[in-house]
């Protein structure tokens, strides 16, 4: 392990469901993000925690909801989800914003 | 906003060349670049990376460079090995932002 742990790693969802995919990182970093990975896309920012303060959000839709209680840990609840949201769910960190990241290894979640 | 343009897209090389990946970003305020490698069901990972400082960075068998005034900076691998082949992303950071390339599967033949 990096340091950078995510759960679960494989996830199928119906559209109606509400689930949660965990990240935590042990490396004492201040910045924690959310990147959604689809084939032969680039990767995209979803969320950016600094310090546990959210300073980022691109636009993402309402469905898709983080939270950061503390420094170590992130979370993204996920509630009616649609089809074309199946991808690589990917959480990272690092100590300086927008340095150096540390990836976990992603969930990857399949909308049925 | 940024915008991080990479090339090629898919890249095979035989074992023992040199392979070459290339990006190009927009916004001129840009002064972080790392390079990711993501082999296959694995997480990305930083291998290399380099400060708008600098013009060229070397790490054993991988190097970068950086053309501040074209906007452009490049991955060298060279005696490439099969363990190499994976996706490579580039990606371009000013404060507030880091914009990734869509990648490039190298492939190394042995």
């Known amino acids: 392990e990096t340091g950078v742990t995510q759960t679960p790693r494989h996830l199928v969802m119906g559209m109606t469901n509400k689930k949660s995919l965990k990240c935590e990182q042990h490396?004492?970093?201040?910045?924690m993000y959310w990147y959604k990975q689809s084939a032969k896309k680039p990767l995209e920012l979803m969320f950016v925690?600094?310090?546990?303060?959210?300073?980022e959000n691109n636009s993402v839709p309402s469905r898709f909801s983080p939270e950061c209680p503390n420094s170590s840990h992130l979370f993204l609840h996920l509630h009616t989800l649609q089809p074309e949201d199946s991808a690589l769910y990917l959480c990272?960190?690092?100590?300086?914003?927008?340095?150096?990241?540390?990836f976990g290894s992603g969930t990857r979640l399949t909308v049925v | 906003g940024e915008n991080v343009e990479q090339h090629p897209s898919t890249l095979s090389v035989q074992e023992g060349d040199s392979a070459v990946i290339k990006c190009t970003y927009s916004d001129s305020a840009s002064n972080y670049f790392p390079w990711y490698k993501q082999e296959l069901g694995k997480r990305p990972q930083l291998i290399i990376d380099i400060r708008s400082n600098v013009g060229e960075k070397k790490d054993q068998r991988i190097a970068v460079t950086l053309n501040k005034t074209a906007k452009h900076f490049s991955l060298h691998i060279t005696e490439t090995q099969p363990e190499d082949s994976a996706v490579y992303f580039c990606?371009?950071?000013?404060?507030?932002?880091?914009?990734f390339g869509a990648g490039t599967r190298l492939t190394v033949k042995p």
């Open positions: 990606a371009a950071s000013t404060t507030g932002d880091m914009r």
């Open positions: 490396l004492g970093h201040n910045a």
């Open positions: 990272a960190s690092s100590q300086e914003e927008f340095r150096g990241y540390t």
């Open positions: 925690y600094n310090f546990k303060e959210q300073t």
